[in-house]
């Protein structure tokens, strides 16, 4: 079974401080997307990446960056958190080939 | 661009209800449709999915068709269980195998006994 685990299921950071989400996935998959999901807007699309150290924007970038140095983690960065990125945070992952894509349990993010 | 529009929630059925959930698209050329579910505390998981027009998916009792003519996919359950209480959301990708998904809102079901 393809495996996305994310390295928090929940996390509190003050307002201003610089925040790390971590993504690893076990199936060696090329892609890999951060979501953030918020009620009533659904899932919106921060950065995606198709392969080591490749990254682009999604529909949201503003206020993240990424880092993928190594094929299976994908992290995402808040370089200076703030209250309106409280939310939920969603990994996934993709092979090349396929149509599906595998999602990780979720970072529940609260800035404070 | 490319959007998905699902129907407004939440929904409320009993257990063995029938259910219908809308969902419609706008995209250029021939996107891949798909239907995701995220039960209580759980990330996405796939739940069907259809590639191409008249195309049917089908999993655990649900269906959706990919109608070109209308760019609908809606998804259809004809007995729902206690068990499918989650939160369903209908996306599309774009042309190629590993295109980025756009997503809609996400309706809540909630089956009661």
């Known amino acids: 079974d393809v495996k996305v685990t994310q390295s928090s299921r929940y996390l509190v950071k003050r307002t201003g401080e610089k925040v790390f989400l971590e993504c690893v996935q076990d199936?060696?998959?090329?892609?890999m997307f951060w979501y953030r999901q918020d009620p009533g807007l659904g899932l919106r699309l921060i950065y995606f990446?198709?392969?080591?150290?490749?990254?682009e924007k999604g529909d949201i970038p503003e206020g993240y960056s990424v880092s993928r140095e190594k094929k299976e983690r994908f992290s995402l960065i808040l370089e200076s958190a703030s209250t309106n990125q409280t939310s939920m945070y969603l990994c996934?992952?993709?092979?090349?080939?396929?149509?599906?894509?595998?999602f990780g349990p979720g970072t529940r993010l609260t800035v404070t | 661009g490319n959007s998905v529009t699902q129907m407004e929630g939440p929904v409320t059925l009993s257990e063995e209800a029938f259910l219908t959930i809308n969902c419609t698209y706008t995209?250029?050329?021939?996107?891949?449709l798909f239907w995701y579910v995220q039960y209580p505390g759980e990330g996405l998981q796939l739940l069907l999915k259809?590639?191409?027009?008249?195309d049917k998916g089908s999993n655990k009792g649900f269906e959706a068709t990919y109608r070109k003519e209308t760019t609908s996919f809606h998804l259809e359950k004809g007995s729902v269980q206690v068990s499918d209480s989650a939160v369903y959301f209908c996306?599309?990708?774009?042309?190629?195998?590993?295109?980025?998904?756009?997503f809609g809102k996400g309706i809540t079901l909630s089956v009661r006994p």
């Open positions: 996934a992952s993709i092979q090349g080939s396929s149509y599906e894509q595998y």
């Open positions: 199936m060696d998959h090329e892609n």
């Open positions: 990446s198709y392969d080591v150290k490749m990254k």
């Open positions: 995209a250029t050329g021939y996107p891949s």
């Open positions: 259809a590639t191409k027009a008249d």
């Open positions: 996306a599309l990708s774009g042309t190629g195998a590993n295109s980025k998904l756009t």
